[in-house]
């Protein structure tokens, strides 16, 4: 078994911040990439930022320059640091691993749970 517990969403106002973070646990080989993405009422779920084992990543336009994605491989911990945040980044933020199970020679993706990110003044 593998999961992915998220936390850190909240309600912040506009210009605020928050850090999102989400660790997997369980019976974990290896991880590849990791990413966050966002889904808001009536729209489809988007990439927001992912990040490769080896540290590359990759942003969504509407992020860039205001949020960073970054990993602590010990802890298999993936953060998202929201700076400057607007209305129009209020959604579901569900984290996202690549991640090859003890035993098993292929990985598979596990999503999060999802948390609730809300801009709002």
């Known amino acids: 078994q593998v999961q992915l517990v998220e936390s850190g969403g909240g309600l912040v106002q506009p210009g605020g911040s928050l850090r999102l973070s989400c660790a997997a646990s369980g019976s974990i080989f290896s991880i590849n990439a990791m990413g966050w993405y966002r889904q808001a009422p009536g729209k489809q779920r988007e990439l927001v930022a992912a990040?490769?084992?080896?540290?590359?990543?990759n942003y969504a336009d509407s992020v860039k320059g205001r949020f960073t994605i970054s990993r602590a491989n010990a802890k298999n911990t993936v953060y998202l640091q929201m700076n400057s945040l607007k209305p129009e980044d209020t959604a579901v933020y569900y984290c996202n691993a690549n991640i090859r199970r003890k035993s098993f020679t292929r990985a598979a993706d596990y999503w999060g749970q999802g948390t609730q990110v809300t801009v709002s003044s």
């Open positions: 990040i490769t084992s080896g540290g590359n990543t």
